[in-house]
């Protein structure tokens, strides 16, 4: 099996396994109890199964994504023109602060599930400031490259570098912009917490997401 398909069963696996257990640990009373809750003021409720499976359809659209651009760079290996790159050492340190922001994520999903407004306001801080960090690594391993005379055009290998760390870059970009709505609602006030619960959550598996994508991506590069 190749390591795109790999990649694909796994997160295939993962989205199965997280379904299943939400079907597991489900609690009708207390979802009855919600929606009661709701319909006299939260209004969370209505919201909850589209955004859930908005979000799953759109991972599994980028699982597809991904897969393909990690397949291309597999077949595009066994052309004679293809010479291995070098990876900045910095990308360790960015993986680092991508499991540090993921970690954060998850705090703060904890903290917004009991209701504490004041660690969910600075798990969000940390999550978004470890985010950014990581962000700026892969900027700043891009200059490097360059630097060393690696340009985009100078070899297949390093084009595909560029690709597909750029690729990962924009997508959580994408959800960057969803923390900073998160966390500017958080910090005015007035949003019910089921609306921010569910936005911690959200962005949570997608941060997770991101962190599985980037490590799948970053074993590719370094095996090859």
């Not at 023109?81 to 994520?105: C, G, H, K, Q, R």
Request: contains cysteine; positive net charge.
């Amino acid at each position: 099996m190749s390591i795109s398909g790999l990649f694909l069963l796994v997160v295939a696996a993962i989205i199965g396994w997280w379904l299943f257990a939400r079907q597991l640990t489900a609690k009708p009373w207390e979802q009855k109890q919600s929606e009661a809750d709701d319909q006299y003021g939260g209004g969370a409720s209505l919201a909850l199964g589209p955004a859930r499976a908005g979000l799953w359809l759109f991972l599994g659209v980028i699982t597809a994504f991904f897969g393909l651009f990690m397949s291309a760079y597999r077949m595009r290996m066994m052309v004679p023109d293809w010479s291995p790159l070098a990876e900045p050492s910095l990308l360790w340190l960015n993986t680092v602060m991508l499991i540090l922001s993921s970690a954060a994520f998850q705090w703060t999903r904890g903290a917004a599930d009991h209701g504490d407004a004041g660690r969910v306001k600075a798990g969000l801080g940390a999550a978004g400031l470890f985010a950014l960090a990581f962000l700026a690594g892969q900027l700043l391993a891009w200059q490097q490259l360059n630097a060393s005379g690696q340009y985009l055009t100078s070899n297949p290998a390093i084009a595909f570098f560029y690709l597909l760390t750029g690729l990962h870059g924009l997508h959580l970009l994408g959800g960057l912009s969803v923390w900073g709505r998160t966390t500017a609602r958080m910090w005015r006030g007035g949003s019910p917490l089921g609306d921010i619960r569910l936005s911690v959550e959200l962005c949570t598996v997608y941060w997770h997401y991101l962190l599985l994508v980037w490590l799948a991506l970053f074993g590719l590069l370094l095996i090859t």
